[in-house]
């Protein structure tokens, strides 16, 4: 699905996101942060995240759309039935939606519901932009699927593959259990020195 317009939210560079993410495992996936792995992306998208950030979570028919956050008092992370059966049966898609929409969650819901508070009526347009004249790392689809990437594959555990020469993207997705796609992403992207 592709969304032409998204609010604006609060710049976010990478190294702010990837401590978020690092900050969130810390508290509640530990072992996540301690030798390359699988995160337990079921686990912490259906309870620990939701416990530990303030949100709710449900799966729910939701059509077309793989999943959504809802910006509200607590705010709401929705996924698709099928994409919950996908991740009770770990697949990459549904991984990588359950850590986009938890990166919504972690980064997005409070300031979403500010905005909305203190929209005046014919101001709720100031909060919507086309994508194109977004800068990235004012995109919330962005700062999402960059956080997604940073919980899948987290930089604690990566780092230490890649100083002891482990760069292949094939295996990388293997370790992680995600899909080439992102692993390859996360390689290109990845804001550190080696
Ligand atoms: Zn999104």
């Not at 032409?4 to 530990?30: D, F, G």
């Not at 942060?33 to 709710?56: D, N």
């Not at 008092?73 to 049966?89: A, C, F, G, Q, R």
């Not at 899948?152 to 020469?165: D, S, Y």
Request: net charge negative; charged share 20%.
């Amino acid at each position: 699905m592709s969304i032409t317009h998204v609010p604006v939210v609060a710049p976010m560079k990478k190294r702010e996101i990837e401590n978020r993410v690092h900050r969130l495992l810390a508290a509640v996936s530990p072992k996540t942060l301690e030798s390359p792995g699988p995160t337990p992306m079921e686990e912490i998208a259906e309870f620990s995240a939701p416990l530990h950030l303030g949100y709710s979570f449900e799966p729910r028919d939701l059509g077309h759309a793989l999943g959504m956050m809802i910006p509200g008092k607590p705010p709401e992370v929705l996924l698709d039935l099928s994409t919950y059966e996908d991740l009770l049966l770990e697949m990459h898609r549904a991984r990588f939606t359950a850590a986009h929409e938890t990166g919504h969650a972690d980064l997005h819901a409070h300031q979403l519901v500010d905005a909305m508070v203190s929209m005046r009526p014919g101001q709720g347009t100031l909060y919507r932009r086309p994508r194109r004249e977004l800068q990235a790392f004012r995109d919330p689809e962005w700062q999402a699927n960059y956080y997604a990437g940073c919980m899948l594959i987290p930089g604690a555990t990566l780092l230490p593959l890649l100083r002891q020469g482990v760069r292949d993207p094939g295996q990388i997705s293997i370790i992680y259990n995600t899909s080439l796609e992102v692993a390859e992403i996360r390689l290109q992207k990845l804001d550190i020195q080696l």
